[in-house]
């Protein structure tokens, strides 16, 4: 007979499917393992790179202490965590680390020039010798923490991040601070060339004489270093690994553009300065810092009072001057006669070499006399008038500045033809905001013959809306710290 054999079947079953299971289970753990590590390393290089971030604010928050005043010594302690700490405050981390900070004039013969190339490091070079240069470099060093590709940095008093992927963002804001009228920096100057590496706990000391040096206002480094500011535009070039970071953080404490050369990693920063506004005796050069873009109407007065001794009052045939405006490649020119506007002639050669020109249209600006001397008169050209009327007089040259489909138009758009009129007021307006696309408008008066203006009773009047947060007043200091590693 044979044997019944189906309870070991049954055994050699349930083995089987407690290994099968096993190996399942197995499997699943190591799929797990498999994934869930990067994961689990990337949080633990996270916690690290936080924990280093709150460490190296606390230090922050101590160097400001140390440098201004507060306390001449501070000491911060930190884990390293398997990362390595260098302070680099020498020659060679100096050539990476450093600020230039440059007054520009649009008076200067070079303006033009070096601004349309100002968006790179060292555009400055060729400029230097110019007997109204006036630029002063310093450097700032830092201390750096590294973690695999990840860096953590104190530098200019700020604390800065960069992820291995390039990117930049700024954990406590560097000792950069703008009020809307005064830009104040006191650049912090890490000296010193030590590193550290390990597991342990490291201690960084800063140490400060608390004597900053005054880089500006400084008229011994530069006559026009002064306050308020005697400059058109300030621009601070800032070269440093971080540089994308301080670029994000100066757009968003000041109302300007920072643009990035990322070749030199460099933020480029602009500030244009608070222009001269109200009424002042009558100059040959005066300007527009600049016109609120948002501001549909940013001039209030533009207006010339003249006075003028004549021989015959009644003609007042001595008041005739020219006013010219430029700004990048447009151009401006008004011809006045007696107590008319003869003709407004705009040009932007960047797009023709034909001028759109307006002529007087009847429209007469009044003349006062003396009644004590009848030779004696004087007349307000006011470029902002809304009753007086021009012609646009085009002598078959089409205007293309306020066609819609223009590239270069300004509002109101609309096509203008042959003996269409419009408003002195319009005129002005729409051609001084298109010229303040390019930036700062440089304006010439200029008396056309005979020098009978008496330009010391004269004078010209001029108001608009700059866009706000212009810089009046800057202030730059050198501080020096000492820091060493324990």
Not at 137 to 156: L, P, Q
């Amino acid at each position: 007979m044979g044997k019944d054999l189906s309870g070991n079947k049954l055994a050699v079953s349930s083995v089987v499917g407690i290994v099968i299971m096993l190996a399942i289970t197995l499997l699943s753990i190591g799929i797990m393992i498999l994934y869930t590590m990067p994961a689990i390393d990337s949080m633990q290089d996270m916690a690290k790179a936080q924990k280093i971030e709150q460490a190296f604010t606390v230090f922050d928050s101590r160097t400001s202490k140390a440098a201004l005043g507060e306390s001449p010594l501070q000491t911060t302690r930190l884990s390293l965590m398997g990362g390595n700490v260098e302070i680099m405050g020498d020659d060679d981390a100096y050539n990476e680390s450093q600020i230039m900070i440059i007054g520009l004039s649009s008076n200067s013969t070079w303006y033009d020039d070096f601004y349309q190339n100002r968006s790179y490091w060292n555009a400055w070079a060729d400029y230097e010798n110019k007997t109204d240069f006036a630029g002063f470099n310093t450097s700032m060093g830092k201390i750096v923490y590294t973690y695999n590709d990840r860096i953590i940095a104190y530098e200019g008093g700020g604390v800065w991040s960069r992820y291995p992927t390039g990117g930049t963002i700024m954990i406590s804001p560097p000792e950069f601070h703008f009020n809307g009228e005064t830009l104040t920096l006191p650049i912090m100057q890490i000296k010193g060339n030590t590193s550290v590496a390990g597991t342990t706990d490291a201690s960084i000391a800063i140490a400060s004489s608390n004597d900053p040096e005054i880089l500006f206002p400084n008229t011994t480094l530069n006559s026009i270093f002064v306050n308020p500011l005697d400059v058109d535009k300030i621009i601070i070039y800032i070269q440093s690994e971080f540089y994308d970071g301080w670029a994000d953080y100066a757009e968003t404490l000041i109302s300007t553009t920072a643009t990035l050369d990322h070749e030199n990693k460099t933020a480029i920063i602009e500030l244009d300065t608070e222009p001269e506004m109200g009424t002042y005796p009558l100059s040959q050069n005066f300007k527009f810092a600049r016109l609120n873009k948002t501001d549909p109407e940013p001039i209030y007065n533009f207006s010339f009072y003249i006075d003028v001794i004549t021989t015959d009052a009644s003609n007042f045939n001595s008041a005739q001057f020219w006013l010219r405006a430029s700004s990048g490649t447009k151009e401006i020119e008004y011809e006045t006669d007696k107590t008319t506007i003869q003709h407004v002639k705009y040009r932007d050669s960047a797009v023709s070499t034909n001028w759109e020109t307006w002529v007087d249209a009847g429209s007469e600006f009044t003349k006062y006399e003396d009644p004590d001397n009848k030779k004696h008169a004087n007349c307000t050209f006011d470029f902002l008038n809304e009753t007086y009327l021009m012609e646009y007089s085009d002598g078959e040259i089409e205007e293309y500045s306020w066609n819609v489909t223009s590239p270069t138009t300004m509002i109101p758009n609309m096509t203008i033809v042959d003996g269409d009129t419009q408003s002195l007021y319009n005129i002005t307006m729409h051609y001084f905001k298109l010229m303040a696309l390019e930036g700062t408008i440089d304006c010439t008066w200029e008396e056309k013959q005979n020098n009978k203006v008496e330009e010391i009773d004269s004078e010209y009047t001029l108001l608009y809306d700059g866009g706000g947060n212009l810089i009046s007043f800057l202030h730059v200091t050198r501080n020096e710290l000492e820091a060493t590693i324990d």
